[in-house]
């Protein structure tokens, strides 16, 4: 199993950035992938990027795609996601969550969650 713990959220202006972190302890990082998804009030949680067990695969929502980008180290057993060019409708509570499998561009595939962190995007 592995324990997911996300770092890096806050309030920012629209059009600014933040950089989201998850630190993975537990079993051997290198065998999930990882994604990021959101949940704004009232709406259904999506998935918003996701990067394959290499890093080399990534998928990205099309609302994200272009200012958003994630990316992990598996030495570090740490994934990011670099947003930038925020707006008010990234506003939301974003999770980390980690998948055994390879479909790791599945919302459903993913198993293991953190806690959430925060953003908020003021206009």
């Known amino acids: 199993q592995v324990q997911l713990v996300e770092f890096g959220g806050g309030l920012v202006q629209a059009g600014g950035s933040l950089r989201l972190s998850c630190a993975a302890s537990?079993?051997?990082?290198?065998?999930?992938?990882m994604g990021w998804f959101r949940q704004a009030p009232g709406k259904e949680r999506e998935l918003v990027a996701a990067?394959?067990?290499?890093?080399?695969?990534?998928y990205y929502a099309d609302s994200v795609k272009g200012r958003f980008t994630i990316s992990r180290d598996n030495a570090k057993n740490t994934v990011w996601l670099q947003m930038n060019s925020l707006k008010p409708e990234d506003t939301a509570v974003y999770y980390c969550?980690?998948?055994?499998?390879?479909?790791?561009?599945?919302?459903?595939?993913?198993?293991?969650w953190g806690q959430g962190t925060q953003v908020t995007v003021s206009s």
């Open positions: 537990g079993r051997t990082f290198s065998s999930y992938g």
């Open positions: 969550a980690a998948t055994s499998t390879s479909i790791y561009y599945a919302a459903t595939a993913f198993s293991y």
């Open positions: 990067v394959s067990m290499s890093g080399a695969g990534t």
